[in-house]
């Protein structure tokens, strides 16, 4: 076995070569970067440039079309806040059933423990409450659906939703003030 040891090359110890927890050679090929493969593939499915795809906002729907300048700043932040809206009162309305105190000790599923049932509730309802004022708003315009589609489903709008869409954001911008 020494004699073997001792025809070795010298590059069965490069100091660069991975290694395994036993100290060999590692055989795996390198991995690429998860990010990078992510980058490449969103370019790829969504036709984006390299600075667009590393954009956060590439990664839905509503700043793409951001990113390809269908809708304006103020519109697709407002449509972000309108998303924060719904995703807060669906956690409200979804919320756990028991809101009190148990053995004097808050509840573990309370996202603030330091409020009580009351202000729990009040506070429950004043999400819900805003939600439905700005679905309500869209409603009447109609592009709830648009809306709904694209900001809260994160799906490709049909060419005949976007006028209202449009429509849709606007709105939002100007009720929110954004």
């Known amino acids: 076995m020494s004699a073997k040891r001792k025809r070795r090359k010298r590059s069965d110890f490069d100091s660069d070569a991975e290694r395994t927890p036993s100290g060999q050679k590692s055989r795996s090929k390198p991995r ?17 440039s390299s600075a667009d795809a590393k954009d956060p906002r590439a990664g839905t729907v509503l700043g793409r079309l951001w990113l390809d300048s269908q809708i304006t700043t103020p519109m697709v932040e407002a449509g972000e806040r309108y998303l924060e809206f719904h995703n807060s009162a669906m956690r409200s309305i979804q919320g756990p059933n028991a809101l009190g105190k148990s ?4 509840s573990p599923d309370w996202d603030s423990p330091e409020m009580d049932r009351e202000s729990y509730t009040a506070h429950a309802v004043a999400l819900i409450a805003k939600y439905q004022v700005m679905r309500a708003a869209l409603a009447d315009i109609l592009a709830d659906k648009s809306v709904g589609l694209v900001v809260i489903a994160d799906l490709e709008p049909p060419e005949n939703y976007k006028p209202s869409l449009i429509k849709g954001l606007k709105l939002l911008a100007e009720k929110m003030g954004v």
């Open 32 to 48: 690429e970067s998860a990010a990078r493969i992510g980058l490449e593939a969103r370019q790829r499915v969504y036709g984006l």
């Open 103 to 106: 053995d004097g000790k808050p």
